[in-house]
Nanobody, 127 residues
Framework: QVQLVESGGGSVQAGGSLRLSCVAS????????MYWVRQAPGKGLEWVSV????????YSQDSMKARFTISRDNAKNTMYLQMNSLKPEDTAIYYC????????????????????WGQGTQVTVSS
């Protein structure tokens, strides 16, 4: 049974930091591209970051590139998102997702096409 379990969300003040984790099971983690996707209140899914199967290549949205760092530890079947200098507009549910394909903005299909999803972790940033 495939599982992606996120943790590390919470409430912080603007300028603060959080580290999200995503623990995977039920599939060969080291073969998959791993994604962070978020959904702000009342908005659609938004790409955050992606890392390739080995962890040597990653992409992040321009608005997050300088503040967020994606990483993975294939020995632990775990992916991370270090988020620094958080802003109120970063408030969202953050999901980890996995797919054998590399899919990234602005190409279609969008994030909803990714194969495996976690349940999400809430991040709330107050001003």
């Amino acid at each position: 049974q495939v599982q992606l379990v996120e943790s590390g969300g919470g409430s912080v003040q603007a300028g603060g930091s959080l580290r999200l984790s995503c623990v995977a099971s039920g599939f060969t983690f080291s073969r998959y591209w791993m994604y962070w996707v978020r959904q702000a209140p009342g908005k659609g899914l938004e790409w955050v970051s992606v890392t390739n199967s080995a962890g040597g290549t990653s992409y992040s949205q321009d608005s997050m590139k300088a503040r967020f760092t994606i990483s993975r530890d294939n020995a632990k079947n775990t992916m991370y998102l270090q988020m620094n200098s958080l802003k109120p507009e970063d408030t969202a549910i953050y999901y980890c997702a996995a797919d054998l394909r590399f899919v990234w903005a602005p190409a279609l299909p969008g994030p909803s096409s990714l194969k495996y999803w976690g349940q999400g972790t809430q991040v709330t940033v107050s001003s």
